[in-house]
């Protein structure tokens, strides 16, 4: 199958749901085994909840997703501000970050929930609720290549990704730091999923901050730290992960 008819199909037909049904025969055995075995345990059939595909040989995880939380976090650990602000990366690891500095979460769908040391605030990344110059921590992770192509609900806009990078410039404060991470590889935009950009790209459209670091998760899923930005030419998708500072 080509990725064009990938892409098209796997929205209205996953075939790995297909391909669960072959295992539901092992799944009725091990069910009437459990039934033979359980002495106090009642399992009624309208209670069962077959999960068919979870028993793989290694634990699955998604290395962009992975690699950038464990980044961030060691990166704040070892800049230690007094404050961190976030802007529309994974609830999951703003969540644990919460536990290590005093997290506000800015996201167009406010985030519901009531945790010590995080606060959630309502806005967008192309007009933050922030003064210029004012925050010294501030990360958004896989966001930017999403903004203005309408899947999460913002306008369409073809400069919504120049827009909030320019937004998340403006507020970094002198000494500042930005944590950013977005697709790398063959510059295009996928439309209505995201944006892949060159890291020159990025670069570019922050004139203002000074590229501290830069990181790299490449194709194959492999985190490449600390390296040259250049190391993403060719690559098809992978994540780029860069700290930026304003002098």
């Keep these: 199958m080509s990725q064009l008819a990938r892409r098209w199909l796997l929205p209205f037909f996953d075939p790995r749901g297909v391909a669960r049904l072959a295992r539901l025969p092992g799944y009725f055995a091990e069910f009437r085994a459990f039934q033979r075995m359980a002495k106090s345990d ?13 028993r793989t040989t290694a634990t699955a995880f998604d290395p962009h997703y992975f690699y950038q939380g464990a980044w961030l976090a060691r990166r704040v650990a070892s800049s230690k501000p007094a404050a961190h602000v976030d802007v529309g990366s994974s609830v999951m690891m703003i969540s644990v970050l919460s536990a290590q500095v005093p997290v506000t979460f800015v996201d167009i769908r406010p985030l519901q929930t009531d945790l010590a040391d995080l606060t959630s605030i309502s ?18 992770l896989h966001v930017i290549e999403h903004i203005g192509l309408g899947r999460y609900g913002d306008p369409i806009d073809a400069d919504g990704a120049r827009k909030g990078l320019a937004e998340l410039q403006r507020v970094i404060a002198p000494g500042g730091r930005l944590y950013l991470s977005t697709p790398v590889g063959r510059e295009r935009v996928c439309f209505n999923a995201h944006r892949v950009f ?50």
Aim: glycine letters at 10%; proline letters at 7%.
């Design 42 to 54: 009642t399992v009624r059939l309208a209670d069962t909840h077959p999960c068919l595909g979870d």
């Design 123 to 140: 806005g967008t990344i192309t007009a933050l609720p922030f003064a210029s110059l004012s925050q010294g921590s501030v990360s958004c």
């Design 198 to 247: 060159a890291p020159e790209s990025i670069i570019g459209l922050l004139p203002a901050l000074t590229l501290a670091a830069f990181s790299l998760v490449n194709d194959e899923g492999r985190l490449i730290a600390n390296c040259d930005p250049a190391r993403a030419r060719g690559l098809d998708y992978g994540c780029g992960l860069f700290e930026f500072v304003r002098p």
